[in-house]
């Protein structure tokens, strides 16, 4: 399944600056859009979402952006805090759909 | 807050043995997923379950797989014969009341070893 892409598969960041995870996908019929966490031996925890009427959602300090005509999304943490180093996935669905499709997934480690 | 309980954490069976994967989804959640992560590649979805019944399942999901919703808490995946290609991280997951355009919230997984 590669309609979702996360094509860089590590992020490193300094504390307190901006970590910023991007997303493609490929299928246009995709209308909600949903960013997880990973720690080591945890399960996906749950960030944030975004469904296709809007460009931009914010929870915090995590803010997820939707360009729709590019098929892009992206993943604003600030500031990035030693706690976020975690795998982040995204993944997306359709509205008349129940499965998610998930990226590959990207490592971000913050540095002190 | 509310989570997603899996059980056992780690099972090791035998190939060609069944396995029974437990969960135990948040309580007012009314759909209910099965998700695998083989190692070193994407989380898939297998299948997904409302109302006492699949809604979809992966081209996975093959009659060696089924789902159950015992009672009214637990929903569990059973695997009648297992391959040694089932190695994976099994996660179960739910969300409602709607299931779709709602957040999925997932467990901590059970890592199953086929010898």
């Known amino acids: 399944d590669q309609q979702v892409k996360q094509n860089s598969p590590s992020l490193s960041v300094q504390e307190g600056r901006i970590s910023i995870l991007n997303c493609d996908y490929t299928?246009?019929?995709?209308?909600?859009f949903l960013w997880y966490k990973k720690y080591p031996a945890e399960g996906p925890t749950f960030l944030i979402s975004i469904s296709s009427i809007k460009d931009k959602n914010e929870d915090g300090r995590f803010t997820v952006f939707l360009n729709k005509s590019a098929k892009h999304l992206s993943l604003h943490i600030v500031p990035s805090q030693p706690g976020d180093s975690a795998v982040y996935f995204c993944?997306?669905?359709?509205?008349?759909?129940?499965?998610?499709?998930f990226g590959a997934g990207t490592t971000v480690t913050v540095r002190a | 807050e509310p989570e997603v309980t899996q059980t056992p954490s780690h099972q090791v069976t035998q190939m060609g043995q069944e396995v029974i994967l437990r969960c135990v989804p948040i309580?007012?959640?009314?759909?209910f997923y099965w998700y695998r992560q083989i190692l070193g590649q994407k989380v898939e979805f297998l299948v997904s379950?409302?109302?006492?019944?699949?809604?979809?399942k992966s081209e996975i999901f093959d009659d060696q797989f089924s789902v159950e919703r015992p009672d009214g808490s637990n929903f569990t995946l059973k695997i009648r014969s297992t391959k040694l290609e089932d190695s994976a991280m099994y996660f179960c997951?739910?969300?409602?009341?709607?299931?779709?355009?709602?957040?999925?919230?997932f467990g901590d997984g059970t890592r199953l070893s086929i010898l």
């Open positions: 379950f409302y109302n006492n019944e699949i809604s979809e």
């Open positions: 997951a739910s969300s409602g009341p709607t299931g779709v355009g709602q957040p999925q919230h």
């Open positions: 993944a997306a669905s359709r509205s008349n759909d129940y499965k998610l499709s």
């Open positions: 309580s007012n959640h009314l759909y």
């Open positions: 299928n246009s019929m995709f209308d909600y």
